[in-house]
């Protein structure tokens, strides 16, 4: 089973503070994917990505493949941006996802 | 379009109280996932359908949990005479195919075992 770490746990920033939350995963994968859950369970997909980098506004998610890495950062936070980030890894079979524990991230006004 | 959705949002059940869980997918998804995720924790998987055949069930933690997609669409997850240890935010997600695509997850529901 792919097991995946992530980095910090919580995190406190102040509102425009550059933030990085790492995720590291054991088995090799095709896809990595970063979801924002916020308060009350949802729980939306930022980036599916296998190599490079992607950028979607303010966030940006890397990842290399080779080292078993990924990371999402968030530029110029905001308090909007307050949730736990979460990333996921295709099981053994490719068919379901191993998600990490999440990072709790707090951004304060 | 109305994505993943899942009903009740919140459910508070005794002990020993048999509950059901419905997840209405997105309308064509042929894949659907159940997830339990306990507080402060990532979500755990727990079962999965492709259409109406229940691939793969391990992760449902013991037999009093039971899942069923009779006709392909909407899921439902059944827990029998519930424990404290049931207590969690269970997620639905579907996905238009299997394969690590991107899955859909609905609002989940809050399960409370008192």
């Known amino acids: 089973k792919n097991e995946v770490e992530q980095s910090p746990q919580n995190l406190t920033a102040q509102e425009g503070e550059f933030i990085t939350i790492n995720c590291s995963y054991s088995v090799g994968i095709s896809a990595l994917h970063w979801l924002q859950q916020h308060p009350g369970g949802g729980i939306v997909s930022l980036f599916m990505l296998s190599s490079g980098k992607k950028k979607h506004g303010r966030l940006i998610a890397t990842i290399n493949i080779q080292e078993k890495h990924s990371s999402l950062h968030i530029t110029a936070s905001h308090p909007r941006d307050s949730a736990v980030y979460i990333c996921a890894v295709p099981d053994n079979y490719g068919q379901n996802f191993v998600f990490g524990p999440g990072t709790r991230l707090s951004v304060l006004p | 379009g109305a994505g993943v959705s899942q009903s009740p949002r919140y459910k508070v059940a005794k002990r020993g109280q048999d509950v059901a869980l419905r997840c209405d997918p997105i309308?064509?998804?042929?894949?659907l996932f159940w997830y339990q995720q306990a507080l402060g924790q990532g979500p755990e998987f727990l079962t999965y359908?492709?259409?109406?055949?229940?691939?793969?069930k391990s992760g449902l933690p013991s037999d009093r949990f039971f899942a069923e997609r009779p006709e392909g669409s909407v899921s439902t997850l059944k827990i029998q005479r519930t424990q404290q240890e049931d207590s969690a935010v269970y997620l639905c997600?579907?996905?238009?195919?299997?394969?690590?695509?991107?899955?859909?997850f609905g609002p989940g529901t809050r399960l409370t075992v008192l």
């Open positions: 309308s064509g998804h042929v894949s």
């Open positions: 997600a579907s996905s238009s195919t299997s394969g690590g695509n991107t899955q859909y």
């Open positions: 359908f492709q259409n109406e055949a229940q691939l793969d």
